[in-house]
């Protein structure tokens, strides 16, 4: 094909060539007189005569040609190297590639390579060596209790450990938790090492919250921290890249992809075959164990750096953001704060809520972000009662009754609301908020609290609703006979579980 190009080409230039010497060679007037000359049977020209013209033709037209073609047959001989040589070359220069990982390669384009490889290498953790080579030795004075801890189980830990310090400048531990992710990793680490330990144990507690680098990232808008995932999941998955996991044992690899992966949903995760469970089990134990009471310390020492002011500010505001009930609510709107002269009754587990939302995050976290155990306040209400209680501001007296706990059993109205806080706030305060609610509030009773404790007030039901209970008692003691003293307390211990219940949902 090639050839049969080539003197195609070579065929077309030399006709052309020929064809307009010629014709501009016999277009000069001293080639047209000598020819008119020699068919005119005149005189032959001389020498010299007959050669001029065919020394023009060579210096005007030859010459230049002759150049013109040859330069264009070398630029085009380049250019069609250039279009059919260069593809080829870099076409073949990237299957001969030899990037790989874990023996796959790709011939289009860059490699993806796991996120860890890429940042790895570039960094050195300030004493990871020292620190591993001194959990890895503990137990030399009693040789039988020394933890495996192989050259691969080190390589891999100290893998998981580079990536999260390099990384550390981003990384989030999270909401309460007041540290960064790598001194958070260490912490807990130095807690589940013991001597004598499983070598996995280690390994799963420095990647137990390793997902947490792709997971949390900030928002650039509000520059908050975000979360989009599960940190178990990508933690799983950022171990799984790294070369050094690759050379543990398939057992191994199977219990750190459980250990890992289903870190925080236990419940999810397959059980396996007796001899791995057991390990499994026992990771999972120590892991969890060392995380929560590292976290509890976390949260501890956060709690101490708060402030009354702290406190305090996010009362206000969240006492100005609440919806109090006045003449002008309408009907059906919600209402948690309930305003009568200079005391202001709030209802504790709406106005909770608004409180921790006015805190700062760490501290609305370390407070367990509300959670209450049943029969007990929860940690962000103690804290909001105790402040209140030493500036004076906490109703603890009324109707001749007194409060321990600092909560309620209030009627308002025709209705009785359990959990409610008293507070008497000072002028400059009071001005600022909405008017008197158009309910008449009393105090019902004290609530009491504890950790074996459940609400029971002895006057916590209502006149209404014991009038109720009353006539319930009478139809039943009609078609049962059963004694009405019975039924009557029968049906209190109904109504006051059914109070406990509407009290726990809200």
Known sequence: MRKK????????VAFWWVTFYFYWYLGIESVKDVFQEIFSFASMPSLREAWLPIEISFLYWVIPILGIVAAAIFFGIIISLAIAVIPKVISEEKLSRKVSWRGVGISLGDLPLPEWKIHLEKYMAEGIDKFIDEKGNTGKENEAKKVTFSTKHKKLLTDILFYIWANKN????????????????????????????????????????????????????TNDWEAKGFHDDFGMLLVATMDSFEELDEDEKLILKIVIGYGHKEHKRPVLENNIEQRVQEIFSVINKSDREQTAREKKEVLKSTTPQIITEAFLKALTNAPFQTQNTKRGAESICFRREDIVYLLEPGFRDLFLNKLPDDVAAAYGEGFRRIGNMSPPTVAL???????????????????????????IGKKVFNGVLAVRLPENIIKSLPGDSVYEVRFSCPLKVGPKTVLKPKDRLSSEQMDSIQKKARQLHAL????????????????????????EKS
């Not at 190009?5 to 077309?12: C, E, N, Q």
């Not at 105790?386 to 007194?402: D, F, I, P, Q």
């Not at 049962?480 to 009290?503: F, R």
């Open 385 to 411: 009662i105790n402040h209140l209680k030493n500036l004076g501001w906490l109703v603890e007296e009324g109707n001749g009754m007194t409060s321990e706990c600092g909560l309620w059993s209030v009627e």
């Open 5 to 12: 190009l080539l003197s195609s080409v070579t065929f077309i």
């Open 480 to 503: 049962t006979g059963k004694s009405m003293d019975s039924l009557v307390e029968l049906l209190k211990k109904e109504a006051e579980q059914e109070m406990m219940g509407s009290e």
């Open 170 to 221: 981003s990384a989030y531990a999270g909401a309460g938790h007041g540290v960064d992710l790598y001194r958070h990793t260490i912490s807990v680490l130095d807690q589940a090492w013991s001597p004598g330990c499983d070598p996995l144990i280690p390994i799963a507690a420095a990647a137990h919250d390793a997902g947490k680098v792709m997971t949390f990232k900030k928002n650039p808008d």
